[in-house]
């Protein structure tokens, strides 16, 4: 029988990496809690209009990437590609507005595109990201963009860079599109075939091509630094300071645009090198239209996607999986030693120990040997003799070190209590 594959564009996890993964969230929920950031969990499927009006229609995402299907009740529904606009939706819908103030969330799960594979690109990938809303304030901007810094510099990433761009408002935007269609025109057969339909579609998305020739002709064009309002120069330039003042380094492209229509002023992304052709990380920016163009009341909002298979591709270039190391492997063998060992190891993660249970029945020198290469700190040992007594013995793998100790004894508090101690002066 042919067996069946995962489908393209998807991947499964498997444990080694998915140790990456555990140590990604866990470091991603303490460094977002430490800033009063709440998680949120909206649905994966939305209704396909919402990412129509969300992420605009002129996009590359609702243009060509989007799984979007008919169910059975004849409703068009499309599998999220990003988390934003569901983001979005829930905070209007549930009215998270009305509390007032500024709402920190974050969210991290699943996302779908229909994309060419190759590596660190996928058709099902993986975000975290962070949203702020209710806040105009360029602080807000640099919060967010501190917060992606701290989490990379934590997981020991080195060598990443801050891309830096204002977009300005909706009205900066108007005159600088003109001006850069006006450039563009007289190169129209030069740019790649994408590019020349974005010239009358999504202009502005030309300038961040990832085709030589196209960034080329991009590198000349007219800056958008040179469209911006009073407003939209001051908010630009009071990020950098700030920036400058929490000791973030960043470099100014003009060429950065992202993706959605409603990006306005502050636009960023965090590249690697070491990625090769997919090298962003982590990308996001101000959007303040948003949330009024979903039907919400007008509330500013900025905020990033990181992406998860990118972020572990490099932690994989760095180090080691982290591995799961029980503090005992039970060793046993026999009926009654066998039923007996089940019990202790019960009773032991019930007391907060990691416990590995040998279920192999077989002969003790190959349940010793794969309680060596399990890395537990000591082994427990019941034979019938011990089985009989109610004894087991502790062996302690790094010294060797080895006692008989009765089982009710082992249990008690006081000895449990040691246990933990010595257990951890052996991981040390
Ligand atoms: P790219 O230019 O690489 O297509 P993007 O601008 O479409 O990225 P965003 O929508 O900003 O990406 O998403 C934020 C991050 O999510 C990206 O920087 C990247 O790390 C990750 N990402 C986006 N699309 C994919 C994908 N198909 N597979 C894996 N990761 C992805
Ligand atoms: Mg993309």
């Known amino acids: 029988m042919r067996v069946i594959q995962a489908l393209r564009g998807t991947r499964d996890i498997l444990p080694e990496e998915v140790s990456y993964w555990q140590l990604v969230e866990t470091k991603a929920k303490e460094i977002l809690t430490r800033a009063v950031y709440q998680e949120i969990r909206p649905p994966i499927f939305e209704q396909t209009s919402l990412f129509e009006r969300g992420i605009g229609e002129g996009t590359d995402i609702v243009g060509k990437e989007m799984y979007t299907f008919k169910d059975r009740g004849d409703r068009s529904i499309t599998l999220r590609p990003e988390g934003t606009a569901g983001v979005v939706r829930s905070f209007i819908e549930n009215n998270l507005y009305a509390q007032g103030g500024v709402q920190r969330l974050w969210y991290a799960g699943p996302m779908f595109r229909y994309e060419r594979p190759q590596a660190g690109r996928q058709r099902q990938f993986h ?5 702020v809303l209710g806040s105009d304030s360029p602080r807000a901007d640099v919060e967010v963009i501190a917060l992606a810094t701290d989490l990379l510099k934590t997981l020991g990433l080195k060598s990443l860079k801050l891309d830096l ?14 001006a850069l269609v006006n450039y563009l025109i007289p190169f129209h057969n030069e740019l790649d075939r994408d590019s020349q339909e974005r010239l009358t579609r999504n202009p502005l ?3 961040d091509s990832k085709e030589a020739k196209t960034q080329e002709i991009a590198q000349n064009a007219p800056k958008i630094w040179d469209y911006l309002s009073n407003d939209s120069k001051k908010h630009f330039d009071r990020v950098q300071q700030l920036l400058t003042d929490l000791g973030i380094e960043y470099q100014l492209n003009h060429c950065l645009v992202r993706g959605l229509d409603y990006y306005t002023h502050t636009a960023f992304e965090i590249k ?12 996001g920016g101000r959007y303040d239209g948003l949330v009024a163009e979903l039907g919400g009341p007008e509330t500013p909002a900025v905020g990033w996607a990181i992406g998860m298979e990118r972020l572990i591709l490099l932690l994989q270039q760095l180090q080691k999986p982290p591995i799961i190391q029980p503090d005992f492997y039970l060793v046993s063998r026999g009926d009654k030693a066998e039923a007996q060992a089940l019990v202790i190891a019960q009773k032991l993660r019930t007391a907060g120990f990691t416990v590995e249970l040998d279920l192999s029945g ?3 020198g190959k349940q010793f040997k794969r309680a060596d290469r399990s890395g537990a700190v000591a082994c427990l040992v019941l034979g019938e003799s011990e089985a009989e007594n109610e004894t087991v013995n502790l062996k302690w793998l790094i010294s060797g070190e080895q006692q008989s100790v009765n089982q009710v ?3 008690t508090q006081i000895n449990l209590l040691e246990l933990k101690n010595k257990i951890a002066l052996h991981k040390q």
């Open 409 to 411: 004894d082992l249990l």
């Open 362 to 364: 077989s002969a003790f």
């Open 272 to 283: 690697s090198d070491d990625l090769g052709a997919q090298a962003t990380v982590c990308g």
């Open 205 to 207: 998305r030309i300038l």
């Open 165 to 178: 761009n204002s977009v300005g408002n909706q009205k900066d935007r108007e005159q600088y599109r003109e």
């Open 127 to 131: 975000q975290i990201g962070v949203e």
